[in-house]
């Protein structure tokens, strides 16, 4: 299961030339499991992510019926070194390069509020650029059962300490908790 984030913010449209990140399987940890800072950089920032989920195989998915291709939500963080080079792939394949949630059914209504050792924000409306956002990325890649869409990044947090607790929750519902180590 591969990780595609696009790296817009909540309040930014998706459009084509939207920078995105693709993660291995290999480097994506679930939730419950320790963060341990990688020694290759003196400083790093949590940007955490709202993502989907895919569950469907589809390759060239068409946005009018990319809603029949994910069904769950979740959080997830992404840890950046500062500085961040965006010309070394490495940086995107590293042990932990994403750490995931548990999955939550979509909400019927809609709304979406997440809370993050940042604060709290309302992501309602963040499932509508989603059809445009998985026909974009299947022009690329296979989208498999079970693959992570990254539908916007927001709230980061810097510089996180050792022995740093992070939880996420989506509309109530605890779906990420991890220990910085």
């Given at each position: 299961m591969k990780a595609?984030?696009?790296l817009r913010c909540p309040a930014g449209p998706f459009c084509s030339d939207t920078p995105a990140k693709v993660i291995p399987d290999s480097a994506i940890l679930r939730t419950g499991r320790p963060w341990f800072i990688p020694p290759f950089a003196p400083q790093w920032t949590m940007q955490t992510v709202l993502a989907i989920r895919m569950s469907r195989l589809g390759h060239c998915i068409g946005a009018k019926f990319a809603n029949r291709y994910f069904d769950a939500m979740t959080l997830g963080v992404m840890p950046s070194p500062s500085p961040y080079n965006p010309t070394n792939g490495?940086?995107?394949?590293?042990?932990?390069?994403?750490?995931?949630?548990?999955?939550?059914?979509?909400?019927?209504?809609g709304k979406i509020i997440a809370s993050t050792p940042t604060g709290d924000i309302d992501l309602s409306g963040q499932l509508d650029p989603a059809p445009a956002i998985i026909e974009h990325f299947s022009n690329y890649a296979t989208m498999k059962m079970g693959d992570i869409v990254g539908l916007c990044t927001f709230m980061p947090f810097p510089d996180p300490p050792?022995?740093?607790?992070?939880?996420?929750?989506?509309?109530?519902?605890?779906?990420?908790?991890?220990?910085?180590?």
């Open positions: 595609m984030v696009s490495l940086l995107d394949a590293f042990d932990g390069a994403m750490i995931i949630g548990d999955w939550i059914p979509l909400p019927s209504d050792l022995d740093t607790h992070w939880e996420g929750t989506l509309n109530d519902t605890t779906v990420l908790s991890f220990n910085i180590k």
